[in-house]
């Protein structure tokens, strides 16, 4: 069956750096747009990085433009997020997901992807 696991997540410092992985199963990765999303405590979970299937395109949230690098290895049916500079408002729980559908360009948006992980918890403090 379809599924998906985060790992990396952690507790770092701020200005830190932690790399996240979603690895996938039961299905083709290369099809689908993945895409990386985070719940911090008592808010809505909010998007911080997609990548495409059809292109290979990416987009990030504002908050995380030029600290977060999303990247794809279909060989390894496996989407990464490198993430530096970390803040103490990235902290929260980190969901990858699959889009529901095929051969598109990303959407950050929860209500675009059937599919997702257990999560892994990042925590950024001192």
């Known amino acids: 069956q379809v599924q998906l696991v985060e790992s990396g997540g952690g507790l770092v410092q701020p200005g830190g750096s932690l790399r996240l992985s979603c690895a996938a199963s039961?299905?083709?990765?290369?099809?689908?747009?993945i895409g990386w999303f985070r719940q911090a405590p008592g808010k809505e979970r909010e998007g911080v990085s997609c990548?495409?299937?059809?292109?290979?395109?990416?987009y990030y949230a504002d908050s995380v433009k030029g600290r977060f690098t999303i990247s794809r290895d279909n060989a390894k049916s496996t989407v990464y997020l490198q993430m530096n500079s970390l803040k103490p408002e990235d902290t929260g729980v980190y969901y990858c997901?699959?889009?529901?559908?095929?051969?598109?360009?990303?959407?950050?948006?929860?209500?675009?992807?059937?599919?997702w992980g257990q999560g892994t918890q990042v925590t950024v403090s001192t």
């Open positions: 997901a699959a889009d529901r559908i095929l051969f598109r360009i990303c959407v950050l948006s929860v209500y675009e992807y059937d599919y």
């Open positions: 039961g299905f083709t990765l290369d099809y689908y747009a």
């Open positions: 990548i495409s299937s059809s292109d290979g395109s990416t």
